[in-house]
C-alpha cells in the first residue's frame, strides 16, 4: 500500500507521486525513514523557504518487484497527482531487470498520454528518464565514481533554474553510472520529443559527469546528485557500496567521507523542481543567494 504524506502549509500545493526505487541503510530507515518520506520531509523544507510558499504532497511506493513488498502502479493511480519523482537505487538503470523494463513500459503511457504531468528523478531517476528519451546509460568511461561533496559547474540554462549568478552549485554524489549525452528528438523514441518546445536542456557539468541534470520547460526535472542526502546518509551509503563491493577505491570512498559534513546547494535544487509544477522558469530573473 502507497504511504501517504498531506501538506503542512496552506498555499499552492504540489502533489507528488514519489516511485522507490531501493532501500536507505537500515539506521537511516530507523532515523527517518523510507527513501519517499525523505523526500517528502526535503521537499517539504524546500516549499517553506519558496516565495511564495509551496505546499506538497506525496505519495510513495516502493517499485522493486525483486523485493519483498515491491509493485508497480497502474497509470490510473497518478491521476491526482502533478508528477512523480524516481529516487536513487543500487540498480543499473540501463539494466533488464523485469522491474525496470515495467517501470520504464508505466512512464511510456504517462508520458504519451498526460501532457501536463511532470517528471523528475534523482540519481538513478534521472538516468531512468534519460533512458526513456532514448539517452545512452552506462558506466562512467573512467570506471570510477563520483563520491561526496562536488561541485557542478552551471550551464545559463542552471544558472536561470536556480535563480543565481553563480557559476556552479555544490550537492552529493554517489554513483559510477551516467547519462552520456543529452536526448535529442532525433535519438529519442517515436512521439517522445514531437511536440514543439520539447527540446531537452543540460543544466549543470562536472569533470565526472558531462550530464548532471536534465530540464524540459514544465515537463521534465532531473539531478544525477542527491538533494537531501546529509552528513549520516552519505556515509552510511558510501559504506553500503564498500560493503557490497561496488566502490573498491578504499582511499578515494574516505575522502569523499570526509566531506559529508560540508553545506550543499539540495535546498536550492529542489525549490526549483517545485517551480516545474507550478511556473515557467524561462524569462525569470536572477535573484542572488
Given at each position: 500500500m502507497a504511504q501517504h504524506y498531506e501538506p503542512e502549509l496552506d498555499s499552492h500545493t504540489v502533489r507528488l507521486m514519489v516511485l522507490e526505487t531501493d532501500r536507505p541503510h537500515p539506521d537511516t530507515e530507523s532515523e527517518r525513514g523510507s527513501f519517499g518520506a525523505i523526500v517528502h520531509?526535503?521537499?517539504?523544507?524546500?516549499?517553506?523557504?519558496?516565495?511564495?510558499?509551496?505546499?506538497?504532497?506525496?505519495?510513495?511506493?516502493?517499485?522493486?518487484?525483486?523485493?519483498?513488498?515491491?509493485?508497480?502502479?497502474?497509470a490510473d493511480e497518478f491521476r491526482?497527482?502533478?508528477?512523480?519523482?524516481?529516487?536513487?537505487?543500487?540498480?543499473?538503470?540501463?539494466?533488464?531487470?523485469?522491474?525496470?523494463?515495467?517501470?520504464?513500459?508505466?512512464?511510456?503511457?504517462?508520458?504519451?498520454?498526460?501532457?501536463?504531468?511532470?517528471?523528475?528523478g534523482v540519481c538513478f531517476g534521472h538516468q531512468l528518464?534519460?533512458?526513456?528519451?532514448?539517452?545512452?546509460?552506462?558506466?562512467?568511461?573512467?570506471?570510477?565514481?563520483?563520491?561526496?561533496?562536488?561541485?557542478?559547474?552551471?550551464?545559463?540554462?542552471?544558472?536561470?533554474?536556480?535563480?543565481?549568478?553563480?557559476?556552479h552549485i555544490h550537492l552529493h554524489q554517489m554513483h559510477q553510472d551516467q547519462v552520456m549525452a543529452v536526448p535529442t528528438p532525433a535519438t529519442a523514441p517515436a512521439g517522445m520529443l514531437d511536440d514543439a518546445g520539447a527540446e531537452v536542456a543540460c543544466w549543470g557539468r562536472s569533470e565526472h559527469t558531462p550530464v548532471q541534470g536534465l530540464y524540459i520547460p514544465n515537463r521534465l526535472?532531473?539531478?544525477?546528485?542527491?538533494?537531501?542526502?546529509?552528513?549520516?546518509?552519505?556515509?552510511?551509503?558510501?559504506?553500503?557500496?564498500?560493503?557490497?563491493?561496488?566502490i573498491r577505491d578504499l582511499e578515494h570512498a574516505d575522502r569523499a567521507a570526509e566531506t559529508a559534513h560540508l553545506e550543499h546547494d539540495g535546498v536550492e535544487v529542489a525549490k526549483a523542481i517545485l517551480r516545474l509544477f507550478v511556473y515557467d522558469e524561462d524569462g525569470m530573473g536572477y535573484e542572488r543567494r
Amino acid at each position: 500500500m502507497a504511504q501517504h504524506y498531506e501538506p503542512e502549509l496552506d498555499s499552492h500545493t504540489v502533489r507528488l507521486m514519489v516511485l522507490e526505487t531501493d532501500r536507505p541503510h537500515p539506521d537511516t530507515e530507523s532515523e527517518r525513514g523510507s527513501f519517499g518520506a525523505i523526500v517528502h520531509h526535503h521537499f517539504s523544507k524546500a516549499g517553506r523557504a519558496h516565495h511564495p510558499p509551496l505546499g506538497v504532497q506525496t505519495d510513495q511506493v516502493f517499485v522493486v518487484t525483486e523485493e519483498e513488498g515491491g509493485r508497480i502502479p497502474t497509470a490510473d493511480e497518478f491521476r491526482d497527482h502533478d508528477g512523480l519523482l524516481i529516487t536513487g537505487s543500487m540498480y543499473d538503470a540501463y539494466g533488464d531487470n523485469p522491474w525496470i523494463l515495467d517501470l520504464l513500459a508505466l512512464l511510456k503511457v504517462l508520458w504519451l498520454t498526460r501532457p501536463d504531468f511532470h517528471f523528475t528523478g534523482v540519481c538513478f531517476g534521472h538516468q531512468l528518464l534519460a533512458r526513456l528519451l532514448g539517452a545512452t546509460v552506462a558506466p562512467a568511461p573512467s570506471g570510477d565514481w563520483e563520491l561526496g561533496h562536488c561541485r557542478i559547474d552551471l550551464t545559463p540554462a542552471g544558472q536561470r533554474l536556480f535563480r543565481t549568478r553563480s557559476p556552479h552549485i555544490h550537492l552529493h554524489q554517489m554513483h559510477q553510472d551516467q547519462v552520456m549525452a543529452v536526448p535529442t528528438p532525433a535519438t529519442a523514441p517515436a512521439g517522445m520529443l514531437d511536440d514543439a518546445g520539447a527540446e531537452v536542456a543540460c543544466w549543470g557539468r562536472s569533470e565526472h559527469t558531462p550530464v548532471q541534470g536534465l530540464y524540459i520547460p514544465n515537463r521534465l526535472f532531473t539531478t544525477q546528485a542527491h538533494l537531501a542526502f546529509d552528513e549520516d546518509m552519505v556515509r552510511r551509503q558510501i559504506q553500503m557500496r564498500v560493503d557490497s563491493g561496488g566502490i573498491r577505491d578504499l582511499e578515494h570512498a574516505d575522502r569523499a567521507a570526509e566531506t559529508a559534513h560540508l553545506e550543499h546547494d539540495g535546498v536550492e535544487v529542489a525549490k526549483a523542481i517545485l517551480r516545474l509544477f507550478v511556473y515557467d522558469e524561462d524569462g525569470m530573473g536572477y535573484e542572488r543567494r
